[in-house]
């Protein structure tokens, strides 16, 4: 079942999930990376999905292909080339040096969810390209 959110509601998420990050990253107890990233990760989604809506003139997500593919969001947007041109250096990321591996873009949010860890280099700048992604979608 697809669920079928109204572009107000995904702003509202998107903005929500971006300020629960921002007060985890603020919270120097709490140092789980992982965690920041993920939220980032489905603020973002949230914040290209209600630019879909909006630009395609859709009622609600229903009308967007399921997918969790920041990279084809962002093609369907038609992002500006600086925008694209940073979605395109961050092809992956390595994994944590104690263990082997790159994670795609497209897949982050799950080895955030599930706790893998990321290279701390990689994950501050995937963080900071989502952070530009959801700051694209509030200027749009």
């Not at 919270?27 to 992982?34: L, R």
Request: net charge neutral; with cysteine; glycine share 8%.
């Amino acid at each position: 079942m697809v669920l079928q959110v109204g572009a107000k509601a995904l702003q509202r998420r998107r903005d929500q999930l971006r300020g629960s990050a921002e007060s985890v990253d603020a919270n120097d107890a709490f140092e789980d990376g992982g965690t920041v990233g993920l939220l980032l990760f489905y603020a973002a989604e949230c914040g290209l999905k209600e630019r879909l809506i909006v630009r395609q003139g859709h009622r609600d997500s229903g009308a967007l292909e399921p997918t969790h593919d920041l990279r084809r969001l962002a093609k369907e947007l038609r992002l500006p080339r600086a925008m694209a041109a940073r979605l395109d250096r961050l092809q992956s990321c390595r994994m944590h040096p104690s263990t082997r591996g790159t994670v795609a873009l497209g897949d982050l949010h799950q080895a955030w969810r599930y706790g893998a860890k990321i290279d701390p280099a990689d994950e501050k700048d995937a963080q900071e390209a989502l952070r530009a992604l959801i700051s694209w979608c509030e200027q749009d």
